[in-house]
């Protein structure tokens, strides 16, 4: 008989969980614990587990920096073939970690795990401190990563938005000198089939930064002007949005003070809206190093939805867009919009569809259309039901590439399945 998915769902989780965290898939790819795929994992074990679900959230902020950040990898091991490992980044709080962030999802995760779950009593207090450590990463967001006030926030390095090589990063990436005599031995490759992979001119780059970023020792007050790659994307804010009004609301359940928050997100509201190019129907990043416009058809500025903008005007312009985005495919969404120059069916974010941008655009839509929602809903568990947890699929075939066994596929399968809103 053919196990329940959704059994084989909660194994994969299980398979790829270590003391107190996660690893984002079973096999050498990726050996220590991730920000956002943390994130999701959390959301997957609050569907059968709740305490493995905040035990999740809690040893991602045990990493938590000094000063409010917190780094998009914890290497709980320091045995691993890794590269960049934590020698290499040479940094951390109790727990040695890289020196960037990642997308900041945990306050929508942790609202949602809140909103369909009973509390007890002795769990308010770890909840409550959970609540006080992202309002400081929210803090230091706002303050290092928007020091002019002007209500976006910078990424300083492409791994800092979770799409890696995601040709909205080509033109910045392209502006950056490899450093000389640069040496280094990626292991991803030897993992995964490279055609899937970024190339190796990406992680010259990559390296570049990170090695520039550590020589001014991680510094948030410098590295706004100094870094070698500074740009505003749409995607990231969207969801930087999302998370700011949801923590609003996480710290007035607890009668936290939010002013300073609410004033940022008025601020936000305004001026993620001026990334909108009217003439065009787009959203468009703004690479601040370089003072450069730039537009790809990528899926994540679509993230845009997930933000709950209360200009319908635009809200209706982008669900039109994505209508177009690779209409006539059954799976979607492709990571960047087929028709592209750029785009690739199989390596990575330049093409693959990925579970956690449909999973996001679904939150985004729901409230706005909803017959399109359950199309993405239904076809994305489909995709996953045919294929298995891969890291990332065909948008034509549904050939999975990449990883298997890949836990955010199987924590947003859990929570897809398990969504009220579901028609069947
Ligand atoms: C890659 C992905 C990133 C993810 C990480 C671990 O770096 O681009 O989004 O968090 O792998 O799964």
Known sequence: MRENLIEKAKKVLLGNKKKGFTLPTNNKLYPAQWKWDSGFIALGYSHFNLKYALDEITTLLKGQWK??????????????????????????????????TQPPVLAIILKKILDKNKIKVNEKTK???????????????IKYRDPRNTGLVSILHPWESGYDN???????????????????????????????????EDYDRYITIKNHL??????????????????????????????????????????????????????????????????????????????????????????ILFADLKNQLINKKIIKNLKNHNQNEKYLFSSIKPNYGKFEEKRYWRGPVWINCNWIIYQGLKN?????????????????????????YSFKTGEAFGANNFSWTASLFLDLIFDKNRTN
Request: with cysteine; net charge positive; glycine share 4%.
């Open 67 to 100: 000063d409010g950040m917190i780094p998009h990898i914890l290497f709980h091991d320091l045995n691993t073939n890794y590269y960049p490992n934590h020698s290499v980044w040479n940094c951390g709080n109790k727990i040695h970690s890289s020196g960037i």
């Open 127 to 141: 909840i409550k401190l959970i609540i006080k450590k992202l309002k400081k990463y929210h803090e230091w967001l």
């Open 166 to 200: 995601s040709p909205l990063w080509d033109y910045s990436m392209n502006e950056i000198k490899v450093e000389k005599n640069l040496k280094y031995k990626r292991g991803d490759n030897k993992v995964i089939n490279p055609e899937y992979r970024p190339l190796d």
């Open 214 to 303: 550590r020589k001014n020792k991680y510094n948030p007050k410098k590295l706004y002007n100094e870094s070698m790659f500074n740009v505003v994307d749409v995607g990231f804010n969207s969801i930087f949005l999302k998370a700011n009004k949801d923590l609003i609301e996480l710290l007035k359940s607890f009668n936290l003070e939010h002013n300073n928050l609410q004033k940022f997100i008025l601020k936000s509201e305004n001026q993620i809206e001026k990334l909108f190019d009217t003439r065009k129907g787009v959203f468009v990043n703004y690479d601040i190093k370089n003072r450069k416009k730039i537009i790809v058809p990528s899926i994540t500025n679509y993230f």
């Open 368 to 392: 706005k259309d909803k017959k399109f929602a359950n199309k993405i809903k239904e076809n994305t568990i489909t995709l996953i039901k045919k294929n298995g947890f891969y890291e990332y």
